[in-house]
């Protein structure tokens, strides 16, 4: 959808010149407000193909967005329309004007009115309004357009003054409208007059209103600006006699589409426009009749008459009378500034009519040209023509060159030579694009300071107004700068050794186009030197001096490249190389003993297929032929020559071992099997270190326990085959048992210790509670010896006896006497329990009845000391208490002589 702009209205009533009468207060707005008008603000909308604007009294507006005064600011600046950059302030008005609307959407409408009341005396009552709009063109139906509606009605009963409604769209018959830009949708039409006049309404309240919509499908706006004006008469056409000019001016109401001028008899058609000037004057008395046809839709058709009035001559306008331009410059309108309430006429021949639109000089030639001006009251005089002086300058030719368009920055000097044409008492202004500028006619030299790319300026200037310029760019290059790279880290024999140039003129200046290198005292003169691997490690000094095209000379840049030494590879392999041994590959590379900072960091190793990276790696290789490689890298990443050699892997011996488990007391064989026939040494390790034999050994063992052993079988390449073997030598530990005294038919707990791990057999079974366990019990009542047979798991057998003598019990045995002399007989004193459970205690007394000696073990007996002493040689008193095997307690007391 297109845009269309209308250029904001204002509308202006103004007076004709003859016959002031009282207006109604404020409707010029001169008051600098709103006063005596009512504000509206609604909405519009289509009903049908008709437009419809709806407002609702709304006196919250004032000085808003959307009923706003418009006046110059406080410097007296007029502001501008934003599209169409006309004044906003009515140029033929007083000190402010309105707006009304915005440039907002959403179908929009504002309106603003004033009721008065037609003087009783004036039947006829006329005033010119100006305006200005500004509207979006839609490309919509027209009554879909935003549009600038005017009309006036009776207040009292609403009835429309004919031919007072004026209904604006972008579209519509009035010409006048612009656009904003080329292919732009806004238009605007700048500031217009148009005459209202009221006939027949004397006495009567009038009610006249002015509407803004925007379109009513919500999308485009539309506004306007409007202002009226200062006067109110019942004139609508004016003749003036201009005595001073001797002229008759003859105008007519704004605002219609033709106009014709009769004389007063009607016998004399006079002119078509709405304007007159007949000089000299065919009459300076009587009146004139014109005919007033309007644009479509705009008013009614009508005649009215003027009368010859004299009137006095205005000031010619102010504004500037000389002006300068350049040949060919697309010049501005001239301008001037009218008085309030006249218009401007502009000429460029006295002798033809005078034009509203203002000039525009011709600047095709150059020259002395001369424009006219003058200004006409509205419906009065004009005054004067005012002469304007425009001179067309000739544009200078600007040209120039200079001794050289580069150079080297060192002691440099530029010689520009002018060679600019077409002059008319020419300026030649340099601007050397450093800063400097220089005023001469001549020739002129330069040295720039810094260096770069400088855009060298001559202006030339004619009668200092038209100006043309060349520029032209100047190089200044600064000292290059030498610079050159090469590879990272430079090892001996290895590395290819490039040089390659990087010098360089700051910021690509020039170009470089001669080298000097001298590498390690030898010279070269191309860029990049042909490449080499340096034979030997150490020290390469390298410089190079560069120069530009124009000849300018680097600094010397001086670089020492290292060499890195070169590794050595070795390594060694200790024998026996064999299948089932870890082959220790050991590094014994090197580098020179004198070589700082250099070490050997890294190991690549290639067995046959397979790689290792540690110093010394170790594996298991197969039998077989082997190619090894080793290659040595320090931390500067240089590589050895790879070392090479072959070896071989030689197999394995396999054995056998033929040997089991057994117990003490035997005879144990071991026997070893050569499985490959390749073992030439047998060595035995029974815990006591490797003795040589053959593959067969012998053993008698005394003892149970641990007795590992290890079997080395060795072939003559030194490849062994080791059986390391555990050997368990058991024993049986059953033990029937100490001989043992017990009363008659008094139970005998047996037990033969010897564990679960054991089969038991005792015999013969009389009295025995189980003949087959490790615990019997023997009840009987004679003297009987068991014999008891025990067998291991493990094949070891063991046999022993017990005899159990019986009496008649029970009792407790205490000697009358003993001699601790610590001879082995009789040392100590004990109380031996006869067919007893336990013994409960055994106590010793002196004669004083002091406890020497207590114990509760029938095992333990008293020594003959007392606290460590020996005790005197004299009788004591014992008393022993037991519990025999039914539960009765059983106390024995008597006397002991103690005996050395």
Known sequence: MRFFILTLFSILLYTAVQA????????????????????????????????????????????????????????????????????????????????????????????????????????????????????????????EQPRFFVTAYETGTGNLINCASYNYISNGQIPGFKHTAPNSDILYKEWSPVSIQFVGLAGKQVTLEFKTGDCTLGGHFGYAYLDVGSGCSNILATAPYCIETNALLLNAPYGFKYYTWYNEDYSKILGTSQNLTLS????????????????PGYGCRDTVYSIVTPLPVPDTPKGKTLYYFCQHENAPPLEATAAIN?????????????????????????????????????????????????HVEPVPVAAFSASSTSGCQEDNVFTFFNHSTNLSNPTLQWDFGDTSTLLTKDTVQHSFKDYGRFSVTLKVTNSGVCENTQQAIITVVPKPVADFIYPGTVCQNETVLSLTDQSNVPQQLSNINTWQWMINGTPDNVQNPASFIPPAAGPIPVSLVVT???????????????????????????????????????????????????????????????????????????????????????NYGCNSIPKDSFFHVFPHPSTSLHVSDSCVYRTIKYTATDLTGLVSEWYWDLGNGQKKGNHELTKYFMNEGDNAFTLYAKTIHGCTDTIHRPLTIFKNKAFAGYDTLAAKNQPVQLNANG??????????????????????????DRE??????????????????ILIKRYLGPDILIPTGFTPNRDGKNDALKAIPVGMKSLDYFAVYNRYGERVFYTRDFTKGWDGTINGMPAALTAYAVVAEATDYTGKKFIKRGTVVLIR
């Open 342 to 390: 006249s218009d401007l006429l502009w000429y460029t021949d006295t002798l033809q009519p005078g034009s509203a639109e203002p000039l525009i000089p011709a600047t095709n030639k150059a020259g002395t040209f001369y424009y006219y001006v003058s200004q006409k009251v509205l419906f009065g005089c004009e005054s004067f023509k005012k002469k304007l002086t425009v």
């Open 280 to 295: 000299p004057p065919p009459v300076t008395t009587g009146k004139f009749w014109v005919d007033l046809e309007p644009y």
């Open 20 to 143: 002031q009468n009282t207006c109604p207060p404020n409707i010029d707005f001169e008051q600098g407000d709103f006063s005596h008008w009512d504000f509206s603000t609604g909405t519009t909308y289509s009903s049908g193909v008709q437009n419809v604007i709806d407002l609702k009294p709304d006196a919250t507006d004032t000085m808003s967005i959307r009923h706003k005064i418009i006046s110059a600011d406080p410097s007296g600046v007029i502001p501008l329309d934003p599209y169409g950059k006309f004044p906003q302030l009515c140029p033929y008005g007083g000190k402010y004007s309105v707006k009304l609307g915005n440039d907002d959407v959403n179908a929009q409408a504002e309106g603003i009115s004033y009721t008065f009341n037609v003087p009783t005396t004036e039947d006829t009552f006329s005033f010119t309004y100006f305006y200005a709009v500004v509207f979006q063109d839609p490309q919509h139906s027209p009554y």
């Open 784 to 801: 009987l010896r068991y014999r008891l047979d025990a067998v291991t798991n493990e094949g070891c057998d063991a046999h022993s006896t």
């Open 548 to 634: 530009t095209d124009e000849g300018c000379v680097s600094d010397t840049v001086t670089k020492t490249i290292e060499v890195r030494n070169q590794p050595v590879a070795a390594y060694r392999l200790d024998p026996p190389l064999c299948d089932n041994k870890t082959l220790h590959l050991q590094d014994a590379s090197w580098l020179p003993a004198t070589v700082t900072g250099e070490v050997i960091n890294t190991w690549k190793w290639q067995v046959n297929n397979t790689s290792f990276t540690a110093q010394n790696p170790a594996t298991v290789f197969a039998e077989g032929d082997y190619a090894l490689t080793l290659q040595a890298t320090t």
């Open 755 to 780: 564990g679960n791990n054991n089969h038991y057999t005792w015999s013969p079974p009389i009295g025995l509670s189980d003949t087959h366990i490790e615990n019997p019990v023997a009840t009987y």
